[in-house]
C-alpha cells in the first residue's frame, strides 16, 4: 500500500448563466517540501547512513556525507533536514555502486550522479550555511517522510532526539575548524555518540581515525617517542580498487616454483624466481568495520610499534614519511584476516568474518613487520637500502609471521602458541596442524608461492632461529641484511647474514633446522610429529628404495622399523639433472625403547655422490626401536636418492669365562665392530695391543643387559696407550647379554689391534674372610672384585712375591654412583695392607676393586688375604683366627728385615661421661708397633710411636671428643701376632 498522501482538491463553480454549472477535480501528489516527516522508521532503514558531517560558518566548507554499503535505493525525492524548515531534496542516482560514498555539498555546483566509481557528488545550491556551528540535528528522510537516519551533535539545538540515539547521547563536540565529525564504526555504531570523531575531513571517501600512538612501558622501558607526537590513521573501508606497490599477504599459489637454472661454473648463481610481482598488488573495494575493530587495530599497532622498536627493529616506512596509515576493511568471503603492505608503508588489513581479535593482531602486527622491512635506509656511501630481500620473500614473510604472533602472545597474556594454533585452524587460517606437513611438498627456501604451507615453514624456520641461537643472533641477521636492488652486488641477503652470524655453512643450518622440527619441536613447543613419507622394516636383510626430493629445502623423510639386534650399513648415493651443485643434507634420527631420541649426521661425499653410516641397534647408549633416515636438498633443484639398508659386517666372539680374543686391521678414519656374547659370569678385562706409532684411536664400548638397556662410555686415546677395560657381567639382578666394542682408528694408516677378553676375579664380601692368590705376568694386570653384601669393616692384605715392582690401585664404588680411586707404587715388592669401611660414611660402599699392575720383569705370586675386623667394646677381647690362622698373619721372608702389618678396630667413644684406658698387649716378643688414631672421616687424629710389647694409653676428655675413632696397630719385625685389645671404661 502507498504510503504517499494524496490531496484531493474540489473546487465547485457555479455560473449561473443559463443551467449550466462546471465542476473541476484536481488531484494533485504535495511536493518533497511539503511532505510531513515521521519518527517511524523507513523500509530504507539501514540500507544508508549519515557518515560524516562537516558544519561551518563558510558555506563552500560545509557538507553531509551519506554511506551506502550495498545496492543504491531510488534516492529521488529524499530529504536532508535539520528540522529547521530547510529541507535538502536528493535526486536519483544512478545505480552500479557498491560501496558508495555521497557527499552533500551545501554549496553551488554541478552533480555528479554516476556511481560506478562508488563516489556520488550533489550540490544543495546553498547560499548560507545549512548546519548550526553551536549543536544540531540532522535527519535522513525517504520520500514519505519516514526516517532512514538520523545524527546531532553538541546536543543539538532543541529538535528532540529520533531513530536510535538515546535521549542522554549529546553526540559528539561540533569539529574543529580543518576537521569534520566521522563515524568511525560500521551501521550498527552510528547512533552512539562516542564512536564519532572528530577527524580529518574525508567527503566522498572512507573515514579516517586519527590515534596518537600510545607508548607501552612494559616492554623494555622503551620510549620511542622522545617527546615528538605520533599518530595513526586508520581509514575503515576502501571505496574502489586500486593497485600499489608492495607485498600482497593475501597472493596464493598453488603452484611451486620453477626450478632454479643450473649455475655456470665460475659465475655467481643467477637470480631465484620470485613469487608475487612486487609492483602489483591489487587491494579491492570494501566495507568498513566495526568501532571495537577499529580500536582494536589502534591498541594492536600501539604495541608492537614499541615492541619493534625495543627489539631492534629500527623504523617502519611510513607514508610520505610522516604518518603511519592503515586502512581496514571488512572481508564477508574469508573466514581469517588477511592484509598487505606497500613498500611505503601503508598497511591494508581485510577482516575475515570468523576473525577473533588474536588474529587481527597477528594479520596486523605481520603487516606492520613488512613496513619495517621495507624502512629506506642509507649507507656510509650515499647508498639506498631495505630490509626486504625480494629474491628471499620466504625469509620476510617468515620473520613476520613470527613476530606477528609474539606480539600477538605479548599482548594477550592468556594465549600460547599451541592455542593460537588451534584458534587459526578453527577459522581456517595458517596452522601448524593443517600446513607444512608434507616436506617434499614445500621448497621453503626458494622464490614464493603464497601458500599457507610455504608461509608455516618459513615462520617454524624463523622460529627455529629464536629458540635455538636466540634473539640477539636474530637481530644480528636482520641487520646485516641489505636490499638495494635486483642483482645489485652489495645485496646481502639472508642465507649470507645467517652463515656469517651462526658461523656455519647453510646445509649444517638446514640440517640443524630438520633436527629441531622433527625431533625438539614436537616435545617442546607442541608442533604435531610429522609422519615418515615411507616405512621399510629391517628385520637382518637388505632392504632399500629410490626416492625423489625436491630442491631448495625440500625434505623426504623414510622411517626404519627394526626388528633385529645385528648392526646395519645406511648407504646413500644421490643423482639427478643439476646433482653437481645440489647441497644435500642427510641425518639419522634415532628413537630408543624408552621414548628418547637422538640424531646422526651422515657424511656425505660430494666427488661420489654417497654417503655411509652404521648404526647398531643395541646402541650406544640404549636400545633403538626405529630409525628416521631424512634426507633433503639444501640447495639446489630436485634430485633422487636412493638407500640400501644392509646387514654390517661385525666380528663375533663368545665369552665362556675363559680368554678369548683377535687380531683386526683398522683402516685409517674407520671402524670395526667387535660384538662379544656372554655366556659366562666372571668379570673379565678387554685388553688392546695397539700397535707402536699408532697414537690416536676413539673406542666406543656398549653394555647391553638383559633389561634392555645399554651403558656406553668412549675413550679416547692419544698416547697409544691401552689401559685395561673391566667389565662385570653381573649387576645386582641385571647380567649382561653382550658387549659391542667400537674401534675408531683415527690415525693416517691401517693397524692391526689384538684384542683379548681376559677372565678376572670376583668376591663376595659377607662380613667372612677369605684368600685368593694369582699369578701376574709381567707388564699384565689383574682385577679383583670384592662385592660388599655388610656393614663391617674388613682388612685388605696383600702378600707381593716374585716382582717387586706394581702400582695397586683400590677403586672404591658408593652407592651414590661417585668412584674414588688411590694408587699405590710399590717398588719393594713387600706387601700393601688397606682398610674397608663400608658403612663409615653415607653412602655406603658396594663394592671395592683391587687393580693389580705388575710393572716388573718377573712374574708375580699374589696372595690376597680379606680379614674381618671386630667391632671393639669395654673389655673387649680381641685374638681371631681366619682358617686355622692368627688374626693379622701372613707369611714373610725370614731373612726381612722389617716385617710391616696392621691391626685394624674401632668403637665409639662417649668422652662425656666416660674416660678410657686403651691397652695393647702382644705376647710375641722381638718386635714393636706403633698406634695411630683415626677419626671419623678416617683422617689421622693422633699417633703414638714406641717399641713396647705392652702399651697403655689414657684417653680423656677434653682431648677426645665424642664419636667413633679407629685404630690402627702397626706391628713390625714379627712374623705374626696374638694381639689382645682392651677398652676399660672409667666413669667420670
Not at 568471503?333 to 570468523?354: A, F, H, Q, T, V
Not at 662385570?728 to 675408531?744: A, H, N, S, T
Not at 702378600?799 to 680411586?821: A, D, M, P
Not at 685374638?879 to 686355622?884: C, D, E, L, V
Request: charged share 25%; glycine share 8%; with cysteine.
Amino acid at each position: 500500500m502507498s504510503r504517499k498522501l494524496i490531496a484531493v482538491i474540489i473546487i465547485s463553480i457555479v455560473v449561473v448563466a443559463g443551467a449550466s454549472t462546471a465542476v473541476i477535480i484536481i488531484l494533485n501528489n504535495r511536493g518533497p517540501n511539503e511532505t510531513q516527516l515521521h519518527d517511524s522508521p523507513s523500509e530504507f532503514e539501514g540500507q544508508m547512513i549519515i557518515y560524516e558531517v562537516k558544519p561551518s560558518s563558510a558555506v563552500n566548507e560545509e557538507y553531509v556525507e551519506l554511506y551506502c554499503n550495498g545496492e543504491i535505493p531510488n534516492t529521488q525525492g529524499w530529504i536532508l533536514t535539520t528540522y529547521d524548515n530547510d529541507r535538502i531534496v536528493l535526486p536519483k542516482i544512478s545505480e552500479g555502486g557498491s560501496f558508495t560514498y555521497i557527499r552533500i555539498l551545501s554549496r553551488v555546483g554541478a552533480n555528479d550522479l554516476n556511481s560506478s566509481d562508488n563516489q556520488v557528488t550533489i550540490f544543495a545550491n546553498q547560499t548560507t550555511p545549512f548546519l548550526n556551528l553551536g549543536g544540531d540535528e540532522i535527519g535522513l528522510h525517504d520520500a514519505e517522510g519516514y526516517l532512514i537516519d538520523f545524527f546531532r551533535y553538541s546536543g543539538g539545538n532543541g529538535d528532540g532526539i529520533k531513530g536510535i540515539w538515546s535521549d542522554d547521547d549529546m553526540g559528539p563536540a561540533t569539529p574543529s575548524e580543518d576537521k569534520s565529525l566521522s563515524l568511525i564504526g560500521s551501521f550498527e555504531d552510528r547512533g552512539v555518540g562516542e564512536y564519532w570523531m572528530d577527524s580529518p575531513q574525508t567527503p566522498g571517501e572512507p573515514n579516517i581515525a586519527v590515534f596518537p600512538v600510545e607508548n607501552v612501558s612494559s616492554i623494555n622501558n622503551y620510549d620511542f617517542l622522545q617527546g615528538n607526537e605520533e599518530e595513526i590513521w586508520i581509514t575503515n573501508g576502501i571505496r574502489k580498487e586500486e593497485i600499489l606497490s608492495g607485498i600482497n599477504d593475501d597472493w596464493h599459489s598453488d603452484e611451486p616454483p620453477e626450478e632454479p637454472p643450473e649455475p655456470v661454473p665460475g659465475e655467481e648463481p643467477p637470480p631465484q624466481p620470485l613469487g608475487p610481482p612486487e609492483d602489483n598488488i591489487t587491494i579491492e573495494a570494501g566495507d568498513g568495520v566495526s568501532n571495537e575493530i577499529v580500536d582494536l587495530v589502534r591498541e594492536h599497532i600501539s604495541y608492537s610499534l614499541t615492541l619493534y622498536r625495543a627489539l631492534g627493529f629500527g623504523e617502519p616506512a611510513k607514508v610520505n614519511n610522516s604518518v603511519i596509515k592503515i586502512r581496514v576493511v571488512l572481508d564477508n568471503e574469508e573466514p581469517s584476516s588477511s592484509g598487505l603492505c606497500s613498500d611505503e608503508g601503508e598497511i591494508i588489513i581485510r577482516i575475515g568474518y570468523k576473525s577473533t581479535k588474536e588474529g587481527i593482531k597477528v594479520t596486523g602486527e605481520h603487516e606492520l613487520m613488512h613496513a619495517f622491512q621495507f624502512k629506506k635506509r642509507q649507507d656510509g656511501n650515499g647508498g639506498t637500502y631495505h630490509k626486504f630481500p625480494q629474491p628471499d620473500l620466504w625469509w620476510a614473510e617468515g620473520q613476520a609471521e613470527l613476530f606477528g604472533i609474539l606480539s600477538m602472545l605479548g599482548n594477550y597474556k592468556h594465549m600460547t602458541m599451541r592455542k593460537w594454533m588451534n584458534m587459526s585452524r578453527n577459522i581456517s587460517s595458517i596452522n601448524w596442524w593443517d600446513h607444512y606437513r608434507y616436506l617434499n611438498k614445500t621448497r621453503p627456501f626458494i622464490g614464493w608461492t603464497g601458500s599457507d604451507d610455504h608461509y608455516m615453514a618459513a615462520c617454524l624456520f624463523n622460529k627455529f632461529l629464536y629458540e635455538e641461537y636466540g634473539l640477539e643472533k636474530l637481530m644480528e641477521v636482520y641487520n646485516l641484511i641489505r636490499f638495494y636492488g635486483m642483482s645489485d652486488s652489495r645485496n646481502v641477503y639472508p642465507m649470507d647474514a645467517l652463515v656469517q652470524v651462526l658461523k656455519k655453512n647453510w646445509t649444517a643450518i638446514y640440517a640443524h633446522f630438520l633436527r629441531w622440527l622433527l625431533l625438539e619441536a614436537p616435545a617442546k613447543n607442541g608442533v604435531p610429529t610429522y609422519t615418515p613419507n615411507v616405512k621399510l622394516t629391517y628385520e637382518g636383510k637388505p632392504v632399500g628404495d629410490t626416492k625423489e626430493v625436491k630442491g631448495s629445502g625440500a625434505a623426504v623423510i623414510e622411517q626404519v622399523e627394526i626388528k633385529n639386534s645385528t648392526a646395519f650399513d645406511v648407504k646413500l648415493n644421490y643423482s639427478g639433472k643439476y646433482s653437481d651443485h645440489a647441497k644435500w643434507s642427510v641425518q639419522v634420527l634415532i628413537f630408543y625403547e624408552d621414548g628418547s631420541n637422538s640424531s646422526m649426521k651422515v657424511p656425505i661425499d660430494t666427488k661420489t655422490k654417497s654417503g655411509k653410516i652404521r648404526i647398531d641397534p643395541l646402541g650406544p647408549p640404549k636400545k633403538i626401536a626405529r630409525i628416521w633416515v631424512v634426507k633433503g636438498i639444501a640447495m639446489g633443484a630436485t634430485g633422487n636418492i636412493t638407500m640400501e639398508v644392509t646387514p654390517a659386517n661385525s666380528i663375533t666372539l663368545n665369552y665362556n669365562n675363559k680368554t678369548v680374543g683377535d687380531t683386526k686391521s683398522v683402516e685409517p678414519n674407520k671402524k670395526v665392530y667387535e660384538i662379544i656374547n656372554i655366556n659366562g659370569l666372571k668379570p673379565f678385562s678387554i685388553k688392546m695391543d695397539l700397535p707402536e706409532g699408532a697414537h690416536k684411536w676413539r673406542f666406543t664400548i656398549n653394555r647391553v643387559w638383559d633389561n634392555g638397556t645399554i651403558t656406553s662410555e668412549t675413550i679416547e686415546v692419544d698416547s697409544g696407550i691401552w689401559f685395561d677395560y673391566l667389565v662385570d657381567p653381573v649387576e645386582g639382578d641385571d647380567k649382561l647379554q653382550k658387549v659391542v666394542v667400537i674401534k675408531e682408528n683415527l690415525n693416517n694408516e691401517t693397524y692391526e689391534v689384538k684384542m683379548s677378553v681376559v677372565p678376572q676375579v670376583k668376591i663376595t664380601y659377607n662380613g667372612d674372610g677369605a684368600v685368593e692368590s694369582a699369578l701376574i705376568k709381567p707388564l699384565e694386570t689383574l682385577h679383583e672384585i670384592i662385592d660388599i653384601k655388610t656393614d663391617q669393616p674388613f682388612f685388605i692384605t696383600l702378600n707381593l712375591q716374585g716382582s717387586r715392582q706394581w702400582i695397586i690401585t683400590v677403586k672404591r664404588y658408593w652407592e651414590n654412583g661417585t668412584i674414588t680411586e688411590e694408587p699405590y707404587v710399590i717398588t719393594d715388592g713387600s706387601s700393601f695392607s688397606t682398610l674397608v669401611y663400608p658403612a663409615a660414611k653415607d653412602p655406603k660402599l658396594k663394592k671395592v676393586i683391587l687393580v693389580k699392575e705388575n710393572l716388573g720383569t718377573e712374574t708375580g705370586n699374589v696372595t690376597m688375604l680379606i680379614a674381618p675386623i671386630t667391632i671393639l667394646g669395654v673389655d673387649t677381647l680381641i685374638a681371631p683366627f681366619i682358617f686355622g690362622i692368627p688374626y693379622a698373619y701372613y707369611p714373610v721372608e725370614q731373612q726381612s728385615i722389617d716385617y710391616g702389618f696392621f691391626i685394624e678396630a674401632y668403637c665409639y667413644l662417649d668422652t662425656d661421661n666416660y674416660e678410657y684406658e686403651f691397652h695393647v698387649n702382644l705376647p710375641t716378643a722381638g718386635g714393636y708397633f706403633d698406634v695411630i688414631i683415626l677419626d671419623e672421616n678416617l683422617e689421622e687424629f693422633k699417633r703414638y710411636e714406641g717399641n713396647q710389647e705392652d702399651f697403655l694409653l689414657y684417653i680423656e676428655n677434653p682431648e677426645f671428643p665424642p664419636g667413633i675413632y679407629y685404630f690402627s696397630i702397626q706391628v713390625h719385625n714379627v712374623p705374626y701376632i696374638d694381639a689382645i685389645i682392651d677398652i676399660i671404661e672409667i666413669p667420670i
